[in-house]
Structure formats: structure tokens, C-alpha cells
């Protein structure tokens, strides 16, 4: 039966058993090539990326100039790239995208030049921003903000259009509400749970957008390690990395969620 409710502890042995599998899999793959060429680093045996987690956490620098291991420094320029871009990617989308929904005069002359911009892929982009923002931090943050904030701004308005009602929006009014209170009141408060399934959905693209650049031209950061470490073969490197960046999708994933529930607790029965 479609949608049928499982107990709970089923659902978590299905759970583990689903990443054990995964995870046996890995490693026969793993010794299967090793027996094909005892040197290959493709796949790395679970002992290899240990030696790799070791090498990332090693400290770097002579002794008396001391550096950060790798992995925190590369760790500290993506998250602050990441971080800064989402939070202005996220902050223009939500003004321009209610605003777009609540006047039509500002839907008008936005609305298709938002839907064209969304479609363009914003690694294509790349050069674009290279040559307008540098490439230094600010292309970094351009990246990710621009990346997100066309087809953010896009959701967002038809969240507003399909989800809040004329009736809900003259009633507001008839009980002498103002503008502004319409917006925060009526409108805000009806769509914060699609802005933060919203959000929750552009973790992944942006990420993907700011690896992209860190690959191309940054000299820190998750994605730049990636492309040094992948150059030489230190493939239990690249995988650990990998790991990192699926962990931290999780995270933020799980944090958004919970962020719902607080703020919103009428949407979790919907």
C-alpha cells in the first residue's frame, strides 16, 4: 500500500542497512581493483582514507611558521564563501520575490527577465562574473548570490501568488490593517514555510556553483584542494572531501528543518 506506515525501528534498520550495503560495496570495489593493480589509488581502500584524514589534519608549515592543517583552512574559505552568498542570495530573493507578489506593477517588468535569468545556468555565467567581480572574495559571494537569486526570487513569488489568497488580503484590510502589516502579517507568515523549503533546496546548487569556482580559480577551499588533490592522484583525499561536502548538505538540511518546526509548527501537519 502506497505511503503505508512502517514502525520506527524498522524504518532505522532499513536505514543502517542501506549504508552498510553501500559501504560493503565500496570496499569489495576497492579490493577488487587493488587485486587488478595493487597500485591504484581510483578507489581507495577504508585504511587509505584513513591515512588520507591524517594527512589533512597534519600540521603544515616549518617550525617557526606555524600554519592551520589543510582541512580547516580549506574548511574556513568555503564555509565564509558560502555562508555570505547564501545570506545575500537569500535576503534579495525574499524582498524581490514578495514584492513581486504583491504588487502587480512590480511583477509587471520583473517577472520576465527573473524567469529568463533563472534559466541560465549560472556556471556558464562564470566568465561574466570573473570579469565584473574579480577574482577575489566578491566573485566567490557573486557566484553563489546570483546563482540562487533568480530562481530563489522566481519560487518565492509563486509561492506568494498560489498560497495567499485576495480574501485572506482584503480581509486584512477590512480589519484595518496596513500595508506593511498585510505584508509581514499576511503574506510573510503564509510563505516562511516555502521559504525555508526554499532555501533548503538551493543548499545543493549553490555549493555546487561555489566548488565550481573554488576549481577554477581559488587558491583555498574545499573545491580547490579537490583539484590539486585529484591532479596527483590522492584519491583518499578527494573521497574524505567528498564525504565533508555531503555532510555538510546534511547539516544544513536537518538545521532548516528544525529551524520549520520552531517557526512554523502549523506546517508540519500539512
Do not use: H
Not at 529568463?116 to 556556471?123: C, M, R
Not at 503564509?190 to 587558491?219: K, Y
Amino acid at each position: 500500500m502506497i505511503r503505508r506506515v512502517i514502525p520506527t525501528w524498522l524504518f532505522f534498520a532499513l536505514a543502517i542497512a542501506g549504508v552498510s550495503v553501500l559501504l560493503v560495496s565500496y570496499e569489495f570495489l576497492s579490493q577488487r581493483q587493488t587485486r587488478i593493480n595493487p597500485k591504484q589509488t581510483t578507489i581507495p581502500s577504508f585504511e587509505k582514507l584513513g591515512e588520507g584524514v591524517k594527512r589533512m589534519f597534519a600540521k603544515q608549515g616549518t617550525q617557526g611558521n606555524p600554519k592551520p592543517p589543510m582541512f580547516w583552512n580549506d574548511m574556513r574559505a568555503t564555509l565564509w564563501r558560502l555562508f555570505i552568498g547564501l545570506g545575500i542570495g537569500v535576503l534579495a530573493s525574499v524582498i524581490v520575490g514578495v514584492l513581486m507578489g504583491a504588487y502587480r506593477w512590480i511583477e509587471a517588468p520583473l517577472s520576465p527577465i527573473v524567469m529568463f535569468l533563472s534559466k541560465i545556468p549560472p556556471t556558464g555565467m562564470m566568465p561574466i562574473y570573473f570579469a565584473l567581480a574579480g577574482t577575489d572574495q566578491r566573485m566567490f559571494t557573486s557566484m553563489v548570490a546570483l546563482g540562487i537569486f533568480f530562481s530563489m526570487t522566481q519560487s518565492i513569488y509563486q509561492a506568494v501568488r498560489d498560497n495567499v489568497t485576495d480574501e485572506a488580503i482584503n480581509k486584512a484590510y477590512t480589519l484595518g490593517a496596513s500595508e506593511s502589516e498585510v505584508i509581514f502579517e499576511v503574506i510573510w507568515k503564509q510563505i516562511l514555510p516555502n521559504v525555508i523549503d526554499c532555501i533548503r533546496a538551493q543548499i545543493g546548487p549553490a555549493m555546487i556553483f561555489l566548488i565550481a569556482a573554488e576549481m577554477v580559480v581559488s587558491d583555498a577551499g574545499l573545491g580547490y584542494q579537490i583539484r590539486m588533490q585529484s591532479r596527483v592522484l590522492n584519491m583518499n583525499i578527494v573521497f574524505v572531501y567528498l564525504l565533508v561536502l555531503g555532510i555538510i548538505g546534511v547539516v544544513a538540511e536537518y538545521s532548516l528543518l528544525w529551524v520549520r518546526r520552531r517557526l512554523c509548527p502549523w506546517f508540519e501537519g500539512t
